[in-house]
Nanobody, 123 residues
Framework: QVQPVESGGGLVQPGASLRLSCAAS????????MGWFRQAPGKEREIVAG????????LYADSVKGRFTISRDNAKNTVYLQMNSLKPEDTAVYYC????????????????WGQGTQVTVSS
């Protein structure tokens, strides 16, 4: 079993950067595909980025392409989401998820979830 734990959220101004981290306890992340999702108030949870267990395949939501980068350090059992040029519409709770079905866009395809970290982009 994998237990992801997110960190790194906070309140930033538009245009700023943040790096979210997802550390895992339990089973190593090196055998799982990882996803970052977000959920804004009144909206459904949506994929932000996903990464295969080898790190060779990544996917991004169109809204974050060119601004966000997902990466992993299997030696540290940690996955990252580097977020640049943040916009107010990026405000949401960000969740880290782990799964064994390859890189997926659907939240239902991931098996383990963290508790989430709040990201607020506001001037």
């Amino acid at each position: 079993q994998v237990q992801p734990v997110e960190s790194g959220g906070g309140l930033v101004q538009p245009g700023a950067s943040l790096r979210l981290s997802c550390a895992a306890s339990g089973r190593a992340l090196s055998s799982t595909s990882m996803g970052w999702f977000r959920q804004a108030p009144g909206k459904e949870r949506e994929i932000v980025a996903g990464l295969s267990y080898t790190g060779s395949t990544a996917l991004y939501a169109d809204s974050v392409k060119g601004r966000f980068t997902i990466s992993r350090d299997n030696a540290k059992n940690t996955v990252y989401l580097q977020m640049n040029s943040l916009k107010p519409e990026d405000t949401a709770v960000y969740y880290c998820a782990a799964g064994y079905r390859g890189v997926q866009v659907s939240a239902s395809r991931y098996d383990y979830w963290g508790q989430g970290t709040q990201v607020t982009v506001s001037s």
